[in-house]
């Protein structure tokens, strides 16, 4: 599989505080996008970076990526308790067919 | 517009048994996937639609089956259940243009215990 990984697999932090989440992958990709996934339920995309940018914004969310080191990492600022949920990369393989590679997941709890 | 509506919610069978699970998309949408979510598989990709066409397939064996309708929406089957097919099927559909490697919208998903 060509899944990515993504590190830590779990934070716990205060609310306020900053969370950033890593995620690294493989192969070349054509772009990359993370999710957000409340318990059972189902994936909300958050943030989509194209192989030929570096760093994107959001609101709340800051994504970078670096493709020399096949890596990206998801800031979340001033964290809410709302944010509580687990975060997954997903890569678009370049030259690949249209399928979304997800990363492990990182799961995140944020403390009121 | 609606979200993406997956049905039914959860599902409880016994092994050998087969399943039948729904999916509608957001409307206008034309592409369809399918993805298998598990504790220790994580997310895997079934399969992808798009316009009544498998485009995509995941590495699961051939009693994983899908369609897609002339109105997009899609079924996925799933034949002679074993117990590790327990899990949350996750349905997504994506923009009109199908366009590769575009932002997925999700359903609620379907939690399927085999029992």
């Known amino acids: 599989s060509q899944q990515g990984e993504e590190d830590p697999q779990a934070l716990s932090i205060q609310e306020g505080e900053n969370a950033t989440m890593n995620c690294s992958y493989k192969t070349s990709i054509n772009n990359l996008q993370w999710y957000r996934q409340n318990s059972g339920r189902g994936l909300v995309h958050l ?5 030929n940018e570096r760093e994107k ?3 709340r969310l800051r994504v970078t990526l670096d493709t020399s080191k096949k890596s990206s990492s998801l800031l979340i600022t001033a964290s809410r308790a709302a944010d509580t949920a687990s975060y997954f990369c997903a890569t678009d393989l370049r ?7 997800f990363g492990t997941g990182t799961l995140l709890a944020v403390q009121p | 517009k609606a979200g993406v509506t997956q049905t039914p919610r959860y599902l409880i069978k016994t092994r050998g048994q087969q399943v039948t699970l729904s999916c509608s998309p957001i409307s206008g949408h034309r592409s369809v996937s399918w993805y298998q979510q598990t504790p220790g598989q994580g997310l895997q990709f079934l399969f992808e639609y798009f316009s009544e066409t498998q485009r995509n397939k995941g590495n699961f064996p051939g009693r994983f089956s899908g369609r897609q309708f002339s109105n997009s929406r899609s079924e996925m089957n799933v034949s002679t259940l074993e117990l590790g097919d327990s899990a949350l099927y996750l349905c997504a559909s994506s923009s009109q243009t199908g366009a590769r490697g575009e932002k997925l919208f999700f359903g609620s998903g379907t939690q399927l215990s085999v029992l």
């Open chain 1, 57 to 59: 914004h959001s609101g």
């Open chain 1, 95 to 101: 030259g690949a067919t249209n399928k979304l590679i």
């Open chain 1, 47 to 51: 943030i989509l970076i194209r192989s």
